[in-house]
């Protein structure tokens, strides 16, 4: 059973260019989340989604930032016109439905910004 | 608002040493859960425990042992014998029992072990 996985690894970008995290989630999880973690600095949760549904983006900036989870395929967190500040680690996380204790990790997508 | 605070910033030690890393937590929930997590230098994130708020019994695990204290709200990590490859920074967290998913985290203590 593979863990759960993102893609790419490493991602660099220009300001002003948009960037695309994916995050597969285990197999069978149904629910999904995506922290950032800046320098220096611990994990921040960003937003909490099921299949087609966002359950809770309280973490979410308010612009620029968008994330789904489609009924097929991986979830996105989508980063439009990037700037230097949204270089971080972006980790996505995965549980199945009931359990949301039972939380496995990704391992993570570092976004440069240059 | 849930909180948690990881005093120590950096910990250094010489191999073989005993060491404590501190993790005091704050909410209003009566239940939730608390975890600690290990980031090594290669940058991935290594769940270690969980534990709910119920539970006050210490764990063991090898030379990871964990000690819970709801009356201080301190859910402290100690490393015994500890070794070069436990240099990693240390991540304590806590969540809402009805959301577990959505974890507050500490800044996280890096610990270096010298040999």
């Known amino acids: 059973n593979a863990g759960v996985m993102q893609n790419p690894r490493h991602l660099v970008r220009r300001r002003g260019q948009e960037a695309r995290l994916r995050c597969s989630p285990m197999?069978?999880?149904?629910?999904v989340y995506w922290y950032r973690q800046l320098p220096e600095e611990g994990l921040k949760f960003m937003v909490y989604l099921q299949k087609e549904n966002i359950i809770d983006e309280s973490g979410m900036p308010k612009e620029r930032f968008s994330a789904e989870f489609p009924k097929e395929g991986p979830s996105i967190l989508r980063i439009q016109q990037v700037v230097r500040g949204d270089s971080a680690a972006y980790f996505c996380a995965s549980s199945p439905q009931g359990s949301s204790y039972e939380q496995y990790f990704g391992p993570g997508t570092r976004l440069t910004v240059t | 608002a849930q909180k948690v605070t990881q005093a120590q910033t950096e910990i250094s030690v010489v191999e073989k040493e005993d060491v404590t890393l501190d993790c005091v937590y704050e909410t209003r929930d009566t239940t939730y859960y608390l975890f600690w997590y290990k980031q090594p230098p290669s940058g991935e994130l290594v769940f270690l425990i969980r534990?709910?708020?119920?539970?006050?019994q210490n764990e063991i695990s090898g030379r990871y042992s964990w000690n819970f204290q709801k009356s201080t709200s301190s859910f402290n990590f100690t490393i015994t014998a500890s070794q070069v490859v436990d240099s990693a920074v240390y991540f304590c967290?806590?969540?809402?029992?009805?959301?577990?998913?959505?974890?507050?985290f500490g800044d996280g203590t890096t610990l270096t072990v010298k040999p």
């Open positions: 197999k069978g999880h149904s629910h």
């Open positions: 967290a806590l969540s809402e029992y009805t959301n577990a998913g959505k974890s507050t």
């Open positions: 534990r709910n708020s119920f539970d006050e």
